[in-house]
C-alpha cells in the first residue's frame, strides 16, 4: 500500500525508459501525474488533521491550487482520494498468479506472497504499527463512506484474480474466497494493532492464522451433515 502519496497506478519513473521495455514518459504526463500527487497530499493531510466529513472538495481543490472540475477529472469521487492508495493493490493478487513460476500453484503463489508481506510488515496486510500507517487505516475504517468504496476496490481485485485463475465460475468462486480471505486477514491484524499490540508481537499470530487460513482455502469448507432422519 503506497503511503506517502505517490500515485500508485503510475509509479515513479523517470523521463528515461523504464528498462521494461516501456515507452519513455513525456513532459506533459510527468506533470499529471506531479498533479496527482500534490492534490493527493493536500488532501490527505487534511483529511488527518480535520476528519474526512469536515473537509470539502473545495478546499482540497484550493489547497491544491486548482479547480474543483479539475479535481474530479483526477479522482472521480471525494473518497478516492483517500483510497486511490490502494490501486496499486487491486491487480497485486493476479500478478502474483500470473508471474509465478512453473511449478508453482496459485495459492502456493497467493500464501508465499501474504507471508512475504507480512514478513516486511507490508500495510496491506495489516501488520504495521508505523504511525502514520495507523493514522491513515484509522481515518478509513472510521470513515463509513470510505469503508463502503473500499469494496469497490475490492471487488475489482477479485474480478482480475479471477481473469488470472481463467475466468470460469469455479475460478470466480476461488477468487471471491481469496480476496475475502486476504482482507479478513488484514483487517484482524490492524486491529490488534489498533488495539495497542507492537507489529512484532501479532506477527506470530499473524502468521499461523494465515497458514491457517490458506489451509482452509486448499482444503475447503467442511461438507454439510447428512440430514438427520
Given at each position: ?16 525508459a ?15 501525474r ?8 493536500a488532501a ?21 491550487d ?8 483526477y ?105 475475502a ?14 488495539a ?34
Amino acid at each position: 500500500m503506497v503511503m506517502n502519496g505517490e500515485n500508485p497506478a503510475n509509479g515513479d519513473r523517470s523521463d528515461s525508459a523504464a528498462g521494461d521495455g516501456s515507452p519513455p514518459v513525456g513532459l506533459r504526463e510527468r506533470k499529471k501525474r506531479l498533479t496527482y500527487q500534490a492534490v493527493s497530499d493536500a488532501a490527505i493531510t487534511m483529511f488527518l488533521e480535520r476528519g474526512f466529513d469536515k473537509v470539502s472538495v473545495a478546499e482540497v481543490a484550493a489547497a491544491a491550487d486548482i479547480s474543483k472540475p479539475t479535481l474530479f477529472r483526477y479522482f472521480p469521487a471525494k473518497e478516492d482520494l483517500v483510497l486511490h492508495r490502494f490501486a496499486d493493490h487491486e491487480d497485486e493478487a493476479a500478478r502474483v498468479v500470473t508471474d509465478r513460476a512453473p511449478d508453482e500453484t496459485p495459492l502456493d503463489a497467493l500464501r508465499r506472497h501474504f507471508l512475504d508481506g507480512l514478513d516486511r510488515r507490508d500495510p496491506v496486510t495489516g501488520l504495521c504499527d508505523a504511525p502514520h500507517v495507523l493514522a491513515f487505516l484509522r481515518l478509513l475504517y472510521g470513515t463509513p463512506s470510505l469503508v463502503a468504496r473500499l469494496h469497490a476496490y475490492q471487488g475489482r481485485s477479485e474480478a482480475a484474480l479471477a481473469r488470472a485463475l481463467g475466468g470460469r465460475v469455479p475460478d470466480r468462486l476461488a477468487a471471491g474466497q481469496i480476496i475475502a480471505v486476504q482482507r479478513i486477514l488484514a483487517l484482524e491484524n490492524w486491529r490488534r494493532i489498533d488495539a495497542g499490540e507492537s507489529a512484532d508481537r501479532v506477527y506470530a499470530g499473524a502468521v499461523q492464522a494465515a497458514e491457517e487460513a490458506f489451509v482452509q482455502l486448499r482444503t475447503g469448507l467442511e461438507p454439510p451433515s447428512p440430514p438427520r432422519a
